[in-house]
């Protein structure tokens, strides 16, 4: 209990402060999540208890947990919880970043979809089910996924049908189908319907072809199907509620579902940026230089997190990271963001996650009262953000003034790392090459005078062999 | 039906109902495995039961 005192150890009772209900957790009404002093805390309700009880002490829980597959979690004293309807309090082990399933790769969704349905089958043979199957209750700690729904799990009873199907295969099937199969950025579906893609929708999209497949044909286009026929029958729906089916076939039903999630596979090639790193106007003598000027200012930044905005597939990510920071690595491309991915899991590296980020646009507020899920700005945890090889794309392909990005990154964190690529580079002419040139204030003076509405300058240091400058800026406001 | 006690998301009729049939369907081969197994099994038990006979020490 002593860890649940506030950090400045003055007297005061557990209680004092009022429970925070997290605006994304009332959905199940078994159990929410809330914070008391900045503690993350979830409460389990009577309808859950007895469950809860026998899951947190089973094999199944503790071995789950073991291999890092089930987010951890402690007992907390009852006087902690929220409501007087409480029957126990846990305390989860806190994720360090929320990501939305609309930020990750290809790769990242298929593993979380299989870390769900891998859980699922254990969670079968132990006698237990999952009661939802939300891409939201998956989350990306070290590089790697973890289910952090503890009260996710039901016993099985026999005959139980998998009341997560629809789901699972709205949140998961259909989307990764559609990015394999159809085009990679209708991954953004999901932003529009934070409860997964209709399966009429997807059907409709899929290439035709698709229907050869055993697996899309049945648990996409003959469940679609399904769906509207028993829409709105209320007969059927009764009847529905009384389908059995005998855990063998439960069993290969979900086999059968990981089978076909498996068999889905991209390339991340083809996409604007997937060959850029290879295409860029650098010398190897400014690569060395601006390589070791990045690893520099990144140590003299305080604080352990930083955010590298337009990553591309994580090269400086990664010497941030070999300084010591724990890294997001964002990029607008998602065959960038997953060669990223796949590296990052070859190597086995646990302080980078790459997600999948348009800065011009970046994740709002979603879901009920557009609070259910934050948006990317509300979830800032940076002390730093990198923006190398940036400004010039969203200045003078997103026309975004210089001022206004500055402000942005202000917003995100109390410093800055910038590199400024002049109108003389010749990226930038490129960019300028079919367009007019209604950019006056985009020069290393325009910079410097935006730049500092929000920031002082305290580094500023020309990149050899380039004409880029590279820059370190403090917040001042 | 008390197995949906607890479900708090909507499972959908269509989902529950067809989710039956393509389990029915995809579950063929397995059990169909399942009972090769089991009547493999029985065989190889009358063998055993037979071996015993033939070979067992002479009744006293």
Request: contains cysteine.
């Amino acid at each position: 209990m002593t860890a649940l005192r506030p950090p400045d150890g003055q007297p005061q009772t557990l209680t004092s402060r009022p429970a925070e209900r997290d605006p994304g957790s009332f959905r199940d009404p078994g159990g929410f999540v809330y914070r008391r002093d900045g503690v993350l805390l979830r409460q389990v309700g009577a309808s859950l208890a007895a469950d809860w009880e026998t899951f947190s002490s089973s094999d199944l829980a503790a071995s789950l947990v073991r291999e890092g597959r089930l987010i951890g979690w402690e007992k907390a004293p009852l006087e902690l919880a929220a409501t007087p309807e409480a029957r126990a309090v846990i305390r989860p082990e806190p994720v360090e970043f929320i990501s939305y399933p609309y930020e990750w790769t290809f790769g990242q969704l298929h593993d979380a979809a299989l870390l769900t349905l891998d859980i699922e089958l254990e969670a079968l043979d132990a006698g237990w089910t999952l009661r939802d199957a939300s891409a939201y209750n998956v989350q990306f700690r070290a590089g790697r996924p973890v289910l952090i729904d503890l009260l996710s799990f039901e016993p099985l009873e026999p005959g139980q049908p998998w009341v997560a199907y629809r789901q699972f295969c709205e949140q998961f099937l259909a989307p990764l189908a559609l990015m394999a199969r159809r085009d990679i950025r209708l991954s953004r579906l999901l932003r529009a319907d934070i409860d997964g893609v209709p399966l009429d929708l997807a059907t409709q999209l899929l290439p035709w072809r698709s229907r050869l497949n055993f697996g899309l044909l049945s648990h996409l286009y003959l469940h679609a199907a399904a769906q509207g026929r028993y829409a709105g029958n209320e007969d059927e729906g009764a009847a529905a509620k009384r389908t059995r089916i005998d855990p063998t076939r439960l069993r290969a039903l979900v086999k059968s579902l990981r089978n076909c999630v498996a068999g889905l596979r991209w390339k991340p090639s083809g996409t604007e940026w997937a060959e850029y790193a290879d295409n860029t106007s650098y010398s190897d003598l400014a690569t060395a230089a601006k390589e070791r000027l990045v690893g520099e200012l990144v140590g003299r930044v305080e604080g352990p997190v930083v955010w590298d905005l337009g990553a591309n597939t994580g090269r400086y990510s990664r010497i941030a990271a070999d300084g010591g920071k724990r890294v997001l690595s964002f990029d607008i491309d998602p065959a960038a963001a997953e060669r990223n991915y796949r590296s990052l899991r070859r190597d086995g590296r646990t302080d980078i996650l790459p997600l999948v980020l348009d800065l011009a646009n970046p994740s709002a507020g979603a879901g009920w009262a557009g609070r259910e899920r934050r948006s990317l700005v509300d979830r800032a945890n940076a002390d730093a953000t990198l923006s190398l090889a940036l400004v010039h794309h969203l200045a003078i392909s997103r026309n975004v003034p210089l001022p206004m990005f500055a402000d942005l990154l202000a917003d995100l964190a109390p410093a800055a790392i910038v590199e400024f690529v002049p109108k003389d580079d010749p990226m930038v002419r490129r960019l300028l090459a079919a367009r007019r040139d209604v950019f006056p204030d985009y020069t290393l003076e325009g910079f410097r005078a935006a730049a500092s509405t929000r920031f002082t300058i305290d580094v500023e240091t020309p990149i050899e062999d380039s004409g880029r400058t590279l820059f370190l800026l403090r917040r001042t406001a | 039906m008390p197995h949906l006690v607890l479900a708090y998301i909507d499972p959908g009729s269509g989902s529950l109902i067809i989710q039956v049939v393509i389990a029915s369907v995809i579950a063929i081969p397995v059990i169909l495995r399942a009972r090769i197994a089991q009547v493999a099994r029985m065989f190889r038990r009358n063998e055993q039961a037979s071996d015993a006979t033939d070979d067992g020490p002479p009744a006293a």
